[in-house]
């Protein structure tokens, strides 16, 4: 059943924490994994999952891949929508990340992987 796949999905605090970010923009997962503090690994996980449920689409730009919101996923079950509009920008967590996502991209901080699959910004 589809429902039951779309609850379980949102039922991580990460995967809420990266549809918040992607309510702004297309995002790679680069900008995703500073904003959020994680692994690339770990969010790589998370998209999948959220790709799996189609949640999210992603294109491929260069080397990196871009991930968006599946508006047409909003559409056929606009819960969700409301859900992101009215719930996850109460989240403080969901706040702080969209401060750093713009700090990222203020920035113009290209992609660039240290030690440990972590995001280390070239500044």
């Known amino acids: 059943m589809k429902l039951v796949k779309i ?19 297309e995002l790679c997962v680069c900008e995703i994994t500073y904003a959020l503090g994680a692994t690339q690994s770990n969010i ?4 999948a999952k959220l790709s799996d449920a189609d949640f999210v689409i992603s294109s491929k730009k260069a080397q990196w891949i871009a991930y968006k919101i599946n ?16 719930e996850m920008v109460q989240i403080p967590e969901c706040k ?10 203020g920035k113009g901080i290209p992609c660039d992987w240290g030690p440990n699959n972590t995001f280390q ?3």
Do not use: W, Y
């Open 7 to 25: 609850l379980k999905v949102l039922g991580d605090e990460t995967r809420i924490r990266i549809l918040n970010l992607l309510r702004s923009s």
């Open 71 to 86: 508006v047409s996923m909003l559409a056929e079950h606009p819960f969700i929508e409301t859900i992101m509009r009215e």
């Open 121 to 123: 910004p070239k500044i």
């Open 96 to 105: 702080a990340d969209l401060e750093k996502l713009t700090e990222c991209q």
């Open 44 to 47: 790589s996980k998370h998209l």
